[in-house]
């Protein structure tokens, strides 16, 4: 079975992981490096949050989702304030996963739980949870993904 590669932008509050899963999943070396910029790799779209945080920006993530298959937002499991509109899937038109991230870190379960429940509150249609530092969790959306 031949099983298409997905290209995805992720989305997310500065500081919620979505550098460190491309690098993860792209098996990039893990080195610091706050994205200032769109960037764009093989498989991955990555988003500066302060694009989220200001609400001027929307319309240029929306433009750059076109390049991707699916969106997916990205939510840090240790930050207790929500971020997401309701309903924010529905700006994109476009198959949308939830990416809860940091699990390594939880206090719980019923953080990881929170923040499952604030991406589908945004409309994700599905939720993966890992830790990029220790990699669990990963496999899954690399193979959702295709890669
Ligand atoms: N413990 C832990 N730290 C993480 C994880 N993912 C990212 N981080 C750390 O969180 C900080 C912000 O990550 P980064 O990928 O730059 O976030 P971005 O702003 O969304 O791109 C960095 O210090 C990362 O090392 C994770 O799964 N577990
Ligand atoms: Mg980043």
Not at 57 to 86: H, K, M, N, Q, R
Not at 96 to 115: H, N
Request: proline share 3%.
């Amino acid at each position: 079975m031949v099983v298409k590669q997905k290209k995805i932008i992720l989305i997310g509050k500065t500081g919620s992981g979505k550098t460190t899963l491309i690098q993860k999943l792209e098996a990039r070396e893990l080195v610091y490096r706050k994205t200032q910029a769109i960037e764009f790799y093989l498989h991955f779209i990555d988003t500066p949050g302060e694009y989220l945080e200001n609400r001027k920006f929307y319309s240029a993530l929306i433009v750059t989702s076109a390049d991707a298959d699916l969106v997916g937002l990205v939510e840090d499991c240790t930050s207790e304030e929500g971020w997401l509109p309701p309903a924010f899937a529905s700006t994109f038109a476009k198959e949308t996963i939830g990416i809860v991230t940091k699990t390594d870190l939880a206090r719980g379960p019923e953080q990881i739980q929170a923040a499952r429940e604030r991406l589908i509150q945004a409309g994700a249609a599905r939720i993966f949870e890992l830790s990029a530092v220790l990699g669990e969790g990963v496999d899954p959306l690399a193979r959702y993904l295709g890669l």
